[in-house]
């Protein structure tokens, strides 16, 4: 069976720390970006950070930058996002996606028909 599944969520308070992963199954990651998404209550979803076929090419939103860092292992055919000093406003389900083109096109919001998603982990940052 094809798809992507994530783990790792969870609720923290302000300050705390998760690392999701981002699982695929009946399909290999290696020939595609991978992204993380987050889709907020009442938000549209947006991209927080994807990481490109060879690694080199990594994209941040601006509010995470510094505090999120995004890696895959091949040999494990998983993607990470570690987040650490968590804020409220990084509540939200966050979604994997898999898809073939640059990390920053990912990020944007740029899909193919080829596209795939995984169903989501819901995180919390409260006290």
């Known amino acids: 069976q094809v798809q992507l599944v994530e783990s790792g969520g969870g609720s923290v308070q302000p300050g705390g720390s998760l690392t999701l992963s981002c699982a695929a199954s009946g399909f290999s990651l290696t020939n595609y970006a991978v992204g993380w998404f987050r889709r907020a209550p009442g938000k549209e979803r947006l991209g927080v950070s994807c990481i490109s076929v060879t690694e080199r090419g990594t994209y941040y939103r601006d509010s995470v930058k510094g505090r999120f860092t995004i890696s895959r292992d091949n040999g494990k055919n998983t993607v990470y996002l570690q987040m650490n000093n968590l804020t409220p406003e990084d509540t939200g389900t966050y979604y994997c996606?898999?898809?073939?083109?640059?990390?920053?096109?990912?990020?944007?919001?740029?899909?193919?028909?080829?596209?795939?998603w995984g169903q989501g982990t819901q995180i919390t940052v409260s006290i």
């Open positions: 996606v898999a898809d073939s083109g640059s990390s920053w096109g990912l990020c944007g919001g740029t899909f193919t028909n080829g596209a795939r």
